[in-house]
């Protein structure tokens, strides 16, 4: 079974603090996806990762792709509190139908 | 948005008694998927259909059943459930621009089975 591996689980912080969340895998991936899931509602896509060592920036966040194409990294700068939410990595292989989806990584930030 | 909508939002239903959930999307996107959400296991896939009347299982498939007759709409079929049903279930729809691997999710359906 291919695994997606996220750390922390849990991750609770204070407004304006730095965070990273890791998405690590024994697997490559032809691409990968960051999703942000807040409560009753479904995974909003954030960004797709697809050559090793990229690194995307989407306002305060930046992605990274790892040089291996098996993990890639999620880190937030100066946290708000509306960053607060479920961060789901996600892996898909070239010519598959299917997605894998790992556990997650649930951020609290406080105010 | 990728126009999915899921009904019924929320439903209660008795161990035992079969369940329909409906997935419904506006885009004439080919691949349509399920998945339940449980804490600790992130998604996974129950069943997805990459056509009308093409479909295959998941990583958890067993206790359900789909099919998919018009592109539009994808229905998950619970048999006969069970409480180790009661879970969160979304479904989603592959891009057809983009990043072919990116998926689009519907708000979801919270199903407890008593």
């Known amino acids: 079974t291919q695994l997606l591996e996220q750390s922390p689980q849990f991750l609770s912080i204070q407004e304006g603090e730095n965070l990273t969340v890791y998405c690590n895998s024994s697997s490559v991936f032809s691409s990968l996806q960051w999703y942000r899931q807040e409560p009753g509602e479904g995974p909003v896509l954030l960004v797709t990762?697809?050559?090793?060592?990229e690194v995307k920036k989407l306002k305060r966040l930046t992605f990274q792709f790892g040089d291996a194409r098996k993990d890639s990294s999620l880190h937030i700068t100066a946290a708000q509190t509306g960053d607060t939410g479920l961060y789901l990595c996600a892996g898909a292989h070239t010519g598959g139908f299917k997605t894998i989806f790992g556990a997650g990584t649930r951020l609290f930030v406080k105010a | 948005d990728a126009g999915i909508t899921q009904s019924p939002r929320h439903k209660v239903t008795e161990t035992g008694t079969p369940v329909t959930l409906r997935c419904h999307q506006t885009e004439n996107h080919r691949y349509m998927y399920w998945y339940r959400q449980d804490p600790g296991h992130g998604l996974r896939l129950i069943h997805y259909s990459y056509g009308v009347k093409d479909t295959d299982k998941g990583e958890v498939s067993d206790g359900y059943s789909v099919s998919r007759s018009k592109t539009e709409d994808f229905l998950l079929t619970l048999e006969s459930a069970t409480s180790s049903q009661t879970s969160v279930y979304f479904c989603?729809?592959?891009?057809?621009?983009?990043?072919?691997?990116?998926?689009?999710f519907g708000p979801g359906t919270r199903l407890t089975v008593t």
């Open positions: 989603a729809i592959r891009s057809s621009s983009g990043y072919e691997d990116e998926q689009y």
């Open positions: 990762v697809v050559t090793g060592g």
